[in-house]
């Protein structure tokens, strides 16, 4: 039978220092996704970790400043994976991108990282959709998809030319409300279906949205841009 290999602990002081810190991000992250902002204490976080809250001070100064530093933890990763995805998606369409192409670039890239980044990620997952629903999160996040939600909007309007741009807007305000709620895993589309769907299936929720939220856009896009063609 192979063995498993050890974990390496970490020995100097610096790794210790950055071990510490993770570990009390991902405490925070966790409880952060459970109870926002003002719903924990730094004391609360200290607990989860095991260790005096006073320790806590050593690293962060407030509980805003351990909130950022979580909300900026991975915010990076999964905005740069999707920038990436829709200008690689872009290239390879030849400037004449679909909507299901353009959306499941953008969703289905972020999705992976919860199907496949662990318990972590997903907790990830719910504190954004937590935070983006209140000030104290809002700004910050905004800070870190905003150039990627632009991108997104770019490539819609080349995928939908005789669109207007409110109409695309709000298209996007539809498919990211059901993606925070996707993220939220409130298990509420688990009670209503009688556990035939699960809030925290990525998998199943990645075969459908695109082409969903593709549906959705062409009735709200194109039906105006026929009336009003039909209009004129």
Known sequence: MARKAKTREPTTKAEQRAAMI???????EYLF???????VTLKDVANRVGVHH???NYYFSDKQTLFDEVCGRRAPITSKRRMDALNAYEKECGGKPTLEGALHAFLDTD??????????????????ARASNGPEGAEMLDKYFDPVVYRLIEILKKALPGASEEDIFWGYHFVTGAL???LART???DKLSDGLCRSDDYAAVKERMASFMAAGFREICL??????AAAS
């Open 111 to 128: 999705l992976d990282l919860y199907i496949e980044g662990g318990e972590g990620w997903k907790n990830y997952g719910a504190f954004g």
């Open 22 to 28: 993770e570990q009390i991000l991902d405490a925070a």
């Open 187 to 189: 298990g509420r589309i």
């Open 54 to 56: 006073t320790l806590l």
């Open 33 to 39: 996704s459970k109870r926002g902002l003002y719903g």
């Open 180 to 182: 925070m709620l996707t």
């Open 223 to 228: 039906q105006k841009a026929d009336e009003k």
